[in-house]
C-alpha cells in the first residue's frame, strides 16, 4: 500500500482544494482568487528554479509562441476553476472534468477505435446526467456551471498537450514548465484586481485560505503526481484519480455538512465505477 501513498495523497489534496475553492469565492472575487492561488505558486516555483535561471530563459525565448499558448490555456483553465463554483458544487465540477478530459482526449486523437470513442462518450452523457441530479442550484445554472467546467477542461487537455511535447521533444522538466506557466495569470487577474480594487475588501483569512489553496491544491499535488507517475507509470496513476468524486463527496459532508440524497449518492457512486472502467479501459496495454 506505501508505493500508492502519492497518489492515494494527490486524490484527497485534489478534492478538498475544491471544496475549499468553493467556500472562497462566496466572499472573494474569481479573478483575485485565481491571482493569489496561482501567482503564489508561481513565485514558488520560479523560486526553486532561480539557481538555473538562466536555463529558464533560455527555454522561454526559443519557445515563446508554446510557452504564450501555455499561458493562455492556464489562464482560462485557472479561471474558469473558481468562477464556475459561483454555479455548482466542487463535486460536479470534478465529475464533469474528468470524463470531459478523458472524452475530448480520445476525440481530438480519433484513431478509428469507434468503440472507444462511444464507450468514453457513453461514460460523459452519464457524468452529465448525474450532475444534473446531483446539483443544488437551479437547471439554468446548473448547465451554466457544466458549460464553462468543459470549457476549463478543454484548455486544461490544451495545457496537457503542450506541456507533454516540450517534457518529450526538449527534455523541459515540470518545475521549469510551472516557473513559465502563470505569467498571464500575474499579469491579467493583477491588473484586474488592482483596477477593480478587490483588494482592498480582501480578509486576512481568506489570503490565509487562498495561499493554502495554492499548497493543497497546485504545488503539493504536482509534486505528488509525478512521484506516484514515476514509482506506478502513468497507466497506473490514471486509474486511482476516478476515485476523486467519492473523496469530494466525503469532505463536502465534514467540511461544508452537505447532505445528499440515496439517489444522489448512488449516481456519484456509480459514476465513480464508471470513471474508473473508463481508466482501466483507456490505459490497458
Do not use: W
Request: one cysteine or more; proline letters at 2%; charged letters at 10%.
Amino acid at each position: 500500500m506505501a508505493k500508492y501513498k502519492d497518489i492515494i495523497a494527490f486524490c484527497f489534496l485534489f478534492s478538498i482544494s475544491f471544496v475549499f475553492m468553493s467556500h472562497v469565492v462566496k466572499t472573494v472575487d474569481p479573478v483575485l482568487s485565481t491571482f493569489i492561488t496561482y501567482g503564489f505558486a508561481a513565485l514558488f516555483f520560479i523560486f526553486i528554479n532561480l539557481s538555473n535561471f538562466t536555463k529558464l530563459t533560455s527555454i522561454a525565448k526559443n519557445n515563446f509562441s508554446e510557452i504564450i499558448k501555455i499561458n493562455i490555456s492556464t489562464l482560462i483553465n485557472t479561471f474558469l476553476a473558481f468562477y464556475v463554483m459561483l454555479y455548482v458544487s466542487p463535486i460536479v465540477y470534478i465529475i464533469v472534468f474528468f470524463s470531459g478530459l478523458s472524452f475530448l482526449s480520445v476525440l481530438f486523437k480519433f484513431n478509428g477505435n469507434k468503440l472507444k470513442l462511444s464507450f468514453t462518450l457513453g461514460v460523459f452523457i452519464f457524468s452529465i446526467i448525474t450532475s444534473v441530479i446531483i446539483s443544488d442550484t437551479a437547471i439554468g445554472r446548473t448547465t451554466a456551471g457544466i458549460v464553462l467546467t468543459l470549457i476549463s477542461t478543454f484548455f486544461a487537455l490544451q495545457y496537457m498537450n503542450k506541456t507533454d511535447e516540450l517534457h518529450n521533444n526538449l527534455g523541459v522538466t515540470v518545475s521549469q514548465v510551472l516557473a513559465l506557466r502563470f505569467f498571464l495569470v500575474i499579469i491579467i487577474c493583477g491588473s484586474y484586481s488592482l483596477y477593480d480594487s478587490s483588494f482592498s475588501t480582501l480578509k486576512p483569512t481568506d489570503l490565509l485560505l487562498l495561499m493554502s489553496i495554492s499548497i493543497v491544491g497546485s504545488i503539493i499535488p504536482l509534486f505528488l503526481i509525478q512521484g506516484a507517475i514515476k514509482k506506478l507509470g502513468a497507466s497506473l496513476t490514471a486509474q486511482f484519480t476516478p476515485f476523486t468524486p467519492i473523496i469530494c463527496l466525503v469532505f463536502m459532508v465534514l467540511i461544508e455538512g452537505t447532505i445528499f440524497s440515496t439517489l444522489e449518492v448512488l449516481s456519484i457512486c456509480v459514476m465513480t465505477l464508471l470513471l474508473f472502467i473508463q481508466a482501466k479501459y483507456l490505459h490497458r496495454k
